[in-house]
């Protein structure tokens, strides 16, 4: 079975559950943006050319652009997808929508395991620390998987280590208090030093998730770099192994901006995971291929949508579906 004919039936398994799965129908909806401004193009690419030229190429060489895969991206798919239209002999277009589908998968599976679920700590506490500019939504990021971890039973502590943005502590004891979790933070404070404190706190309160919030400075990537790497040791030294996570946060609806802020924050520290929120605000959904091919940072979490359930755990197989499902 080809690898299209496995996307066909993963969309038809999914088309056919009588009560579809709540985060198929969250990426259902969520995506609906990117896929009506994105196959409605290759639809009607099909439609004006009937057979593949140089004009149809260029034509879809711009819609995949202007799909927020990114240009060296879309640049080495382009080659790719030629070679296969030589090789193969293709002159239909609709045939050729299955293999654009085909390889934008390749392009995110890449014959890798792809690890988009947590990391999570045998013993004591799971560290996830949170980075991410400002503006990116990491608070209310972080407050959803606070809510996430309480609904599914754990004992949860949020710690503010962006301690000099004002009102950025406030902020996060709000979000602490409404979703039942345990806080520490203080102002005006090396960041290290409170997150030291609220990790003996998380200790001695048996918490099992412990979330913690990082200044989004970016415009003086040396001195962000030194006090990552201050706030790794001093986390290491309290939970040997820890952080088990380091996720960026980073806002769909920025594109092409979002993954220089990937490549700028893999450069300062060691990223494990993006979060990829507003989603859903966006036309523009192919980014997540952009992510995975241009800084080979698994997708971990997706927000589609602004209530504190919609910030759901990626899934590609979900992915394809929500954007490719009005083509199949």
Do not use: C
């Not at 806080?183 to 404070?189: A, L, M, Q």
């Not at 060691?270 to 997540?288: F, N, Q």
């Amino acid at each position: 079975m080809g690898l299209f004919d496995k996307l066909k039936k993963i969309i038809n398994k999914k088309e056919n559950i009588e009560v579809k799965d709540e985060n198929v129908k969250k990426y259902d909806e969520g995506l609906e943006k990117s896929r009506n401004e994105f196959v409605s193009k290759l639809s009607m690419l099909g439609i004006k050319y009937t057979k593949i030229n140089d004009e149809y190429f260029d034509e879809l060489e711009n819609i995949l652009i202007m799909a927020d895969i990114g240009v060296n991206t879309v640049m080495d798919f382009m080659d790719r997808l030629r070679k296969r239209v030589k090789s193969e002999n293709i002159t239909d277009t609709k045939y050729l929508n299955e293999v654009i589908v085909d390889e934008l998968f390749i392009i995110y599976v890449n014959n890798e395991s792809i690890t988009d679920k947590i990391n999570m700590a045998e013993d004591g506490p799971t560290v996830i620390l949170m980075v991410g500019v400002n503006g990116v939504g990491k608070t209310t990021t972080i407050a959803k998987l606070a809510h996430k971890y309480k609904n599914e039973g754990k004992n949860v502590m949020l710690i503010a280590g962006d301690t000099f943005r004002a009102g950025a502590v406030e902020q996060l004891k709000i979000w602490a208090d409404r979703t039942n979790s345990l806080f520490y933070g203080k102002e005006n404070t090396d960041p290290a030093g409170v997150i030291y404190d609220g990790l003996l706190k998380a200790k001695e309160a048996d918490a099992d998730i412990v979330l913690i919030d990082t200044a989004g400075r970016l415009h003086n990537k040396v001195n962000l770099m030194k006090e990552l790497e201050k706030i790794n040791k001093v986390i290491g030294r309290i939970i040997p192994g820890a952080p088990h996570e380091t996720l960026l946060v980073i806002d769909a609806t920025t594109g092409q901006n979002g993954i220089m802020q990937a490549k700028a924050f893999k450069e300062i520290t060691d990223i494990t995971g993006i979060v990829l929120t507003k989603l859903d605000g966006t036309a523009k959904g192919g980014i997540v291929l952009a992510i995975k091919e241009e800084v080979n940072i698994p997708v971990k979490f997706v927000g589609l949508g602004e209530k504190m359930t919609d910030l759901i755990p990626f899934d590609i197989e979900n992915y394809i579906y929500g954007l490719f499902k009005d083509l199949m």
